[in-house]
């Protein structure tokens, strides 16, 4: 495991951004105001064609922190992420996308729970992760169920429920060593890799508010459905993953796997005799079977509806 003192800063902030130069500001403001001072900004434009440039130029000219801009031919988020994790000189990896921000004290309260992990158990932890809430006060999802809780991110999910966006720092070469797979399209869900290094690593998980989330039309989360299913490889790649968790995964988790791997096998054509093959449970997959084709039919409805919307919009 990597040390501290193998890195320039202890946090790299990191925002990929596109074609969002008016929300860059708030980002830097944010920044400005942090207690702990030891970071850099590294911003990711992956291709944007708005004044993204200027503004950035704007704000390394007056910032009192490192600010990095690095331009890339537009490929969607998880290719901005893997750059960013390849550039970083921080410690730890702090996702700040361009629509959020952080109380003043987050940086520090990141560091105090990461530092209170025994450094002899360290290794076996990805990072921290806390609460996330809307700019009013209002919690996004669940709590966790103890104020400094230790568990993978499976467990948290599946096991103990917890839902909802949460914000947090990860060891940047944990970042490197599990990075989003870049031939699955420009939408690949954060799941795929969480679950991976979840096989791996613990994390731990704080009931404290730290990112503040201000979801934009057009985004991810607005479109989140709709990129799933434009985007069909990975999130059957995902659901076969989680498959292969077999027990480990509850029945109702297990349950959405196995229908949304015969949702996502439709959508690519892949014939009935392949994905009873190479199902892991034949029972499981025979009982899912049905949701999955009707899953693939509100997706069919989904598409046609957006199709008219984009068609009475020209």
């Known amino acids: 495991?990597?040390?501290?003192?193998?890195?320039?800063?202890?946090?790299?902030?990191?925002?990929?951004?596109?074609?969002?130069?008016?929300?860059?500001?708030?980002?830097?403001?944010?920044?400005?105001?942090?207690?702990?001072?030891?970071?850099?900004?590294?911003?990711?434009?992956d291709g944007s064609t708005d004044n993204t440039p200027e503004v950035i130029n704007e704000l390394k000219r007056k910032a009192s922190f490192p600010v990095r801009y690095v331009t890339k031919p537009n490929g969607g988020k998880p290719t901005a992420v893997n750059r960013g994790a390849k550039d970083a000189e921080g410690y730890l990896f702090a996702i700040l996308d361009s629509d959020d921000w952080y109380v003043p004290e987050s940086l520090e309260r990141f560091w105090h729970h990461w530092q209170s992990i025994p450094t002899d158990v360290q290794s076996g932890f990805v990072g921290v992760t806390g609460?996330?809430?809307y700019a009013s006060g209002e919690v996004i999802g669940a709590r966790f169920p103890q104020d400094v809780f230790d568990a993978d991110v499976i467990d948290l999910r599946y096991k103990y429920r917890i839902g909802g966006e949460k914000g947090g720092i990860l060891r940047?070469?944990?970042?490197?060593?599990?990075?989003?797979?870049?031939?699955?399209?420009?939408?690949?869900?954060?799941?795929?890799?969480?679950?991976?290094?979840a096989r791996q690593?613990?994390?731990?998980?704080?009931?404290?508010?730290?990112?503040?989330?201000?979801?934009?039309?057009?985004?991810?989360?607005?479109?989140?459905?709709?990129?799933?299913?434009?985007?069909?490889?990975?999130?059957?790649?995902?659901?076969?993953?989680?498959?292969?968790?077999?027990n480990r995964l509850p029945l109702d988790p297990r349950t959405r796997a196995y229908s949304n791997y015969v949702r996502h096998s439709l959508h690519q054509d892949i014939p009935l005799a392949q994905q009873f093959a190479q199902a892991p449970s034949k029972a499981m997959?025979?009982?899912?079977?049905?949701?999955?084709?009707?899953?693939?039919?509100?997706?069919a409805v989904l598409i046609r509806e957006e199709a008219g919307r984009r068609s009475s919009n020209h």
């Open 1 to 45: 495991m990597n040390s501290r003192s193998d890195f320039r800063y202890t946090f790299t902030v990191f925002t990929p951004t596109y074609n969002r130069a008016q929300l860059l500001p708030r980002v830097y403001e944010c920044l400005e105001k942090q207690t702990f001072r030891d970071f850099e900004w590294l911003v990711v434009d």
């Open 131 to 133: 609460l996330c809430s």
């Open 172 to 197: 940047t070469e944990v970042m490197r060593q599990f990075p989003y797979p870049e031939n699955l399209g420009k939408y690949v869900s954060e799941s795929l890799v969480w679950n991976r290094m």
């Open 201 to 246: 690593y613990q994390t731990r998980f704080v009931n404290e508010v730290l990112s503040i989330k201000d979801y934009q039309p057009g985004g991810i989360t607005d479109n989140g459905r709709l990129i799933q299913i434009r985007d069909t490889q990975a999130s059957l790649l995902c659901a076969k993953e989680l498959m292969a968790l077999g």
């Open 285 to 299: 997959f025979c009982l899912c079977y049905p949701i999955g084709v009707y899953l693939k039919k509100k997706d």
